[in-house]
Every structure is written in C-alpha cells, then in structure tokens.
C-alpha cells in the first residue's frame, strides 16, 4: 500500500491550495483518512481528518479556511486550504488507516509529504 500526496508548492498569503492524497495496493477498505503538518523545528500536528462515516475534524487555525474531503471511489483525500498564511508554511503528510483485507486490521499509512509555502 502506498499513499501519494501531491498539490504542494510555493503561493502569497491569501491564495489557496488544493493537496491530494492516493491511496494505492492492496487495499480491502479505508477508515480514517487525514493531514498533518510539520513546520519548521516543530512536531507533526494534525490539520485535518475524515472519517468513513463524513464526520470531520479540524485544528483551531484552519477553521474556516481548510475542508477535507475524500472520494472513496477512487480512495483518495483532498485538502482545499484557502486564505493561506504564512503560518501555514510546512510539510504536509497524508494519512490513512487501511485494512488490506477482510477482517485484517487498519494499519497506519502515510504519504512522503508535500512541501508547501506561504510567503507574507
């Protein structure tokens, strides 16, 4: 199983960012799918999360500016940020729990991270 996230780069505060993540393997289902973010000599903090049920979660400074949002068709998560800050500057990893077969249990996956950048 592999997680493939992509849609990072370089954009002014205020504009937005649209990050995927593909899930790709052997994949049976996917439960939980979500991002973190890694800014500079900092720890991983969640940003976003979708359960399979379509119950979301945020962190407090994304509120209002970021959505997630998955396509279970093709097991696959997006990130829509809007209104970008300069705070929002990091690496961006994606995150799945993942059973690879019936009755296995969901193992944590992650993706190799997307750099994104807002410059003020």
């Known amino acids: 199983v592999q997680l493939q996230a992509s849609g990072g780069g370089l954009v002014q505060a205020g504009e937005s960012l649209r990050l995927s993540c593909a899930a790709s393997?052997?994949?049976?289902?996917?439960?939980?799918m979500g991002w973190y973010r890694q800014a500079p000599g900092k720890q991983r903090q969640l940003v976003a999360f979708?359960?399979?049920?379509?119950?979301?979660n945020y962190a407090d400074s994304v509120k209002g500016r970021f959505t997630i949002s998955r396509d279970n068709a093709k097991n696959t998560s997006y990130l829509q940020m809007s209104s970008l800050e300069p705070e929002d500057t990091g690496v961006y990893y994606c995150?799945?729990?993942?059973?690879?077969?019936?009755?296995?249990?969901?193992?944590?996956?992650w993706g190799r991270g997307t750099q994104v950048t807002v410059s003020s």
């Open positions: 393997g052997s994949i049976f289902s996917i439960n939980g």
């Open positions: 979708a359960g399979s049920a379509g119950n979301t």
């Open positions: 995150y799945a729990a993942i059973s690879v077969r019936s009755g296995s249990v969901y193992g944590a996956y």
